[in-house]
């Protein structure tokens, strides 16, 4: 690993952000990636062109990097011959770097990826019938130490920047050899018609929805994943639907309204218990930040309604938060907040040294109809890439004890059989 200073965060404390937006490059190059028009706009000028040019010149590139996903400025062809080595030398336009690459026999696929300062982190893409989800990191690492989440158990690192948030997508792209075929702006203002004149098409596309779920608490890094989501809405951009992107948090109360405000996506909290004394041993923040605090701040959440209902995830954990009575309060704390609610009911991913077993089906069962028969939906989440340690709370890259050598072989192999 690359050395660079690493952020320490010793127990149940608000993370430092990374002052730095772009992560330097060893070849001197700035990497475009995760900036907006008017950053970009600034660097041309401070590498030397003049304001009427800059400000050309960005409105181009900002098209070319993230409306058709060019990765060369060879391919940006209405951008002069003689300007583009220019930009070349000064610029880059990057991707995180794939370590590796698997698929799971369910269609789940996972990217162990680096950053170029080498930091190793990871995403995964849900493939559906009529949906395809990505999963999308916002942190090297997490500081919630929650007991039954494989992620948990890792260190923060530091904070991903925004080129390495919203790279994520267009490396999905790039892997799925699709790009927007046309925009979808005024499709938000369409849904939030009381009367909608148009209705949401993927346009053939097989990456239809985010979800911020990856490794890392995404409102711990508010200011970055703010700035990349805002490129994958921006209508010139990747134009996808800001209700087609879902923020999880685990409760950081002080950001939750500023997402409703400055990103105004779909939220998901980890909820995971009913009681404190339950979700202070599953879900540590809870000592800092309370279950009803955090129902209250829920209840606030701005654009929360029965059409945008908040997502309540709950991972089913045998005889620790599954029983009946563990289920009818869950329905009674969100009757008590008026909350918009559906709850996600989650089969526990086991992985080694986890000190927990998962609900029984017939638990479950049993939860998800009392629940119901609450007035809540409470839908059992199917278990995906569960062989490639690609589901939830399985993120911690097993793949990144793997030598080099050893990934080199695996390579090798597959390319032999051809699969």
Known sequence: MADTTLMTIPGQVDPVPVARDITPREDGRIDLIGLPRPRIRELFEEAGLDARQA??????VFHWLYHRGVTEFDAMTDIAKTMRPWLAERFVIGRPNVVEAQHSSDGTRKWLLQTDDGHDFEMVFIP????????????????????FCHTGTMRLVRNLTPGEIVGQVMLARDALGEWPKGVMDGLDEAEDAKDPVGHYTADGRLLTNIVMMGMGEPLY???????ALKLVMDGDGLALSKRRITLST?????????CGQ?????????LHAVTKEVRDEIVPLNKKYGLEELLQACADYPGASNARRITFEYVMLKDKNDSDEDARELVRLLKQFNLPAKVNLIPFNPWPGANYECSTPERIKAFSDIVFEGGISAPVRTPRGRDIDAACGQLKTA???KSRAQRDREAAAQLATGE
């Open 250 to 258: 685990s409760g950081v109360i002080p950001a939750m309204e500023r």
């Open 262 to 270: 400055e990103i105004g996506v779909n939220l998901a909290v980890s």
């Open 399 to 401: 793949a990144e004890k």
């Open 221 to 227: 890094n508010f200011d970055y994943v703010r700035d």
């Open 55 to 60: 400000k050309l010149r960005s409105k181009q």
């Open 128 to 147: 559906d019938a009529d949906r395809g989800t990505l999963c999308v990191s916002s942190q090297v690492g997490c500081t919630l130490n929650c007991t």
